[in-house]
């Protein structure tokens, strides 16, 4: 997916993804992914195997995708909001899914 025409819409959908699968790593090894990524960074993990290696791996980049994904997020939304400056003038709705015929 195009990184720049993400909306809000699909950047949620994706960090929820994220997510769920940063949270089966963080319940396997008993360690949030924050901590992981900073041992990770460190070079303090073992990884003799090419199991462990390839586990690792897609942890620390899915942590760095949300960890993106969720700055992209961040930018769009405060520009929605700042659209919407006034009090009480900012307008929620729901997502609209498009139907194919």
């Known amino acids: 997916m195009n990184e720049t025409k993400l909306s809000l819409h699909d950047l ?5 993804e994220l997510d769920r699968k ?9 360690l949030l992914s924050a901590d ?10 073992r990884d003799d195997e090419i199991d462990e290696i390839d586990e690792l791996g897609r942890w620390a980049a899915w942590y760095r995708m949300r960890t993106r994904r969720v700055a992209q997020y961040d930018t769009i939304k405060n520009t929605f909001i700042s659209n919407g400056a006034q009090i009480n003038s900012i307008i929620l709705k729901p997502h609209e899914v498009l139907k194919v015929a």
């Not at 949620?12 to 929820?16: G, K, M, T």
């Not at 990524?37 to 993990?45: A, F, I, S, T």
């Open 36 to 45: 992981f990524y900073q041992l990770y960074e460190d070079g303090r993990l």
């Open 12 to 16: 949620i959908l994706e960090i929820h």
């Open 22 to 30: 940063l949270h089966a790593l963080e319940e396997k090894y008993n």
